[in-house]
């Protein structure tokens, strides 16, 4: 990675840092955003404190103006961005019957335009210099549902298939478009539905073969393998690093 910029969205802590670290330590000059001032001066101290030089950018991923002007700032300080992974998201759990439609509007807005809009901009930059890499954040709920996630799920159905559209446009510019689908993570995302006795923490270790929560660090092998020239010939995928849920339909408990 070593002459490569990187700039991965709302890598402020959890998986974002975890990904963004792997690309670090890895040689590339990582570049960060967040929407939060503090948890982007918080990260540049944890970034330090693990050896990492990190430039962080505070903008919304979801203004379009703000994204040009942010990455121009960032072409003009650093060079073309040769990585993006669109991490920044947010999950919203309500039942469908009682989802303000805002909600609605505002979760499909983050999870699946903002990516839209960011690698929009970025490849330009990447078609100019004759190539890039970008990975977009997906999530099991690509595939499957769960109770009161209506607008994630939409959001990250619709982000696999915005991941194969911008890999047929563009790989004729050597631009790779891929995703990471990540399982059930132990972040802050997740801390509601984890800890303090939630059910839904045994339902989950139950369900995977791993029988484990995720560790951030476990994406960090899909990330550098889709980041480097080692998946040049891979476009329009989704990689899942879910400790095999998606394969199989689980195991009755008594079993
Ligand atoms: N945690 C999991 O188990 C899990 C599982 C599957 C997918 N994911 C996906 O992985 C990604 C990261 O997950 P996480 O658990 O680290 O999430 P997180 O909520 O802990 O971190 C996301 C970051 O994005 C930032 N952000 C939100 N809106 C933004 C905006 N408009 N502009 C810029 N930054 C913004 C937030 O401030 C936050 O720091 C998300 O896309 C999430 O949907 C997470």
Redesign the pocket.
Known sequence: MSGKNALV??????????MASALAKSGANLLF????QQ?IDQATKDYAANGITAHGYL?????QKAVDENISAIENTFGPIHILI??????MRVPALEMDPQDFRKVI???LV?PFIMSQRVAKTMKEIGGGKIIN?????SELDRDSVSA?AAA?GGLKMLTRNLATEWAKYNINVNG???????????APIRIGGHPFNEFIINRTPAGR??D?EDLQGATIFLASKASDFVNGQVIYVDGGILATIGKPSNE
């Open positions: 969205t709302g890598a402020t802590h959890g998986l974002g840092m975890a955003n967040d929407i939060d948890k903008f919304d991923v979801t203004d669109n991490n920044a998201g947010i999950i807005d983050i999870d903002s954040i997906c999530s099991m709920m994630y990250k990471i689908g990540p399982g059930y993570f132990a972040t802050a995302q997740t929560w995720g951030p």
